[in-house]
Nanobody, 127 residues
Framework: VQLQASGGGLVQAGGSLSLSCVAS????????MGWFRQAPGKEREFVAR????????VSADSVKGRFAISRDNDRNTVYLQMNSLKPEDTAVYYC?????????????????????WGQGTLVTVSS
């Protein structure tokens, strides 16, 4: 079982990046998926979550209106489109899977509820 995140990089403030996370070795449609991030010296924090079908989504207040989570179950991939990036968005971004019994939940934003984690991709936003 593996979650492989990619798409990170260096971008100027106000710019955009699109992250991808490809899952293998699991039945992707049985899982809700989430994105988290961890800035240097800080705890890992919730960014966004999407249910197994993509019908429901939730995001942190800090990224609402700027970041969008989506998924393609045919490609076993979850995405995070990040627009209007700010220096405070600088962090390692992780994708995570939660399921299968919780695949319809939109309220599970706590880090410890996710069973599977990717390796992370670094996003650096310069001012």
């Amino acid at each position: 079982v593996q979650l492989q995140a990619s798409g990170g990089g260096l971008v100027q403030a106000g710019g955009s990046l699109s992250l991808s996370c490809v899952a293998s070795g699991l039945k992707f449609s049985s899982y809700a998926m989430g994105w988290f991030r961890q800035a240097p010296g800080k705890e890992r924090e919730f960014v966004a979550r999407i249910t197994w079908s993509g019908a429901a989504k939730v995001s942190a207040d800090s990224v609402k209106g700027r970041f969008a989570i989506s998924r393609d179950n045919d490609r076993n991939t979850v995405y995070l489109q990040m627009n209007s990036l700010k220096p405070e968005d600088t962090a390692v971004y992780y994708c995570a899977a939660d399921g299968p019994t919780a695949r319809n939940s939109i309220t599970r934003t706590q880090t410890n509820l996710y069973q599977l984690w990717g390796q992370g991709t670094l996003v650096t936003v310069s001012s």
